[in-house]
């Protein structure tokens, strides 16, 4: 199984700021890589996939870049509403599974 | 816009069995795979099953397999996930998830559904 590592585990970053997620697989996933947004009490929403690509309505501020075994998600001019956990996924090493990295938390400073 | 609607959860015994339900609208409901993802609230993200747009083919997790079987009716855009021999790790918030691309279940999930909360407890 293809185990996603993310750090840092919570960020804490003022609005305005830039964040830089970073996300590592535990072998190679190519660019088989999503990332999703998560706040309390709502489903994961599609951020990113093909480790760059902007899913439909997600803002410019959101970017995602790496390939391989190394992933950053960035996001620039933090707003409220950015305020939550994300997750990256691989989705390359199937049927075995799509595991998902365990979060990292973006905290207002 | 596209909606996904679970239902089915409920609080059950271990070794019971349930079946879970996801209605779908917005879409072409027979082009696209489906998932089935869980999580413990405050956890991350556990990938469950995966069925094929014609219901052909299915994939488990590890931990599952043997246990869930995944299936869908195109007839009525539904999709289903039935639990057998259900154990106390099996407590999660069960979503379903729509694939990125049509005909291809291997990619991303673009569209979730609220989830529905599975206990499982004696």
């Known amino acids: 199984e293809i185990v996603m590592t993310q750090s840092p585990a919570t960020l804490s970053v003022s609005p305005g700021e830039r964040a830089t997620l970073s996300c590592r697989a535990s072998q190679s996933v190519y660019i088989n890589l999503a990332w999703y947004q998560q706040k309390p009490g709502q489903a994961p929403r599609l951020l990113i996939y093909?480790?760059?690509t902007r899913a439909t309505g997600i803002p410019a501020r959101f970017s995602g870049s790496g390939s391989g075994t190394e992933f950053t998600l960035t996001i620039n001019s933090l707003q409220s509403e950015d305020f939550a956990v994300y997750y990256c996924q691989q989705y390359n090493n199937w049927p075995q599974g799509y595991t998902f990295g365990q979060g990292t938390k973006l905290e207002i400073k | 816009e596209v909606q996904l609607v679970e239902s089915g959860g409920v609080v059950i015994q271990p070794g019971g069995s349930l079946r879970l339900s996801c209605a779908a609208s917005g879409f072409t409901f027979d082009d696209y795979a489906m998932h089935w993802v869980r999580q413990v609230p405050g956890k991350r993200l556990e990938w469950v099953s995966l069925?094929?747009?014609?219901?052909?083919?299915?994939y488990y997790a590890d931990s599952v397999k043997g246990r869930f079987t995944i299936s869908r009716d195109n007839s009525k855009n539904s999709l289903y996930l039935q639990m057998n021999s259900l154990r106390g790790e099996d407590t999660a918030l069960y979503y379903c998830?729509?694939?990125?691309?049509?005909?291809?279940?291997?990619?991303?999930?673009?569209?979730w559904g609220q989830g529905s909360l599975v206990t499982v407890s004696s």
């Open positions: 069925i094929g747009w014609d219901g052909f083919s299915t």
């Open positions: 998830a729509k694939a990125h691309e049509p005909r291809d279940g291997f990619n991303a999930f673009d569209s």
């Open positions: 093909g480790a760059s």
